[in-house]
């Protein structure tokens, strides 16, 4: 299956965006979004999210909350 990379919005609607992880980040940048997403198939599961110009994965915050 394939694998494509994009954005989730605030109501967690996934769009397209790239092939690989650094484009799907540069076009979140750019248009100023939050949290970008990966998808296979018709699963979305969200990677990494932006917080004050830096990007995160979503299992360091997991760790860190623990």
Request: charged fraction near 30%; glycine fraction near 8%.
């Amino acid at each position: 299956m394939k694998v494509l990379y994009g954005s989730t919005d605030n109501k967690n609607i996934h769009t397209d965006t790239s092939k690989t992880l650094l484009g799907a980040k540069q076009y979140a940048t750019r248009n100023d979004l939050k949290n970008v997403s990966m998808r296979v198939g018709y699963n979305v599961e969200l990677i990494e999210f932006k917080k004050g110009g830096k990007w995160y994965t979503y299992k360091e915050a997991f760790e860190f909350l623990k």
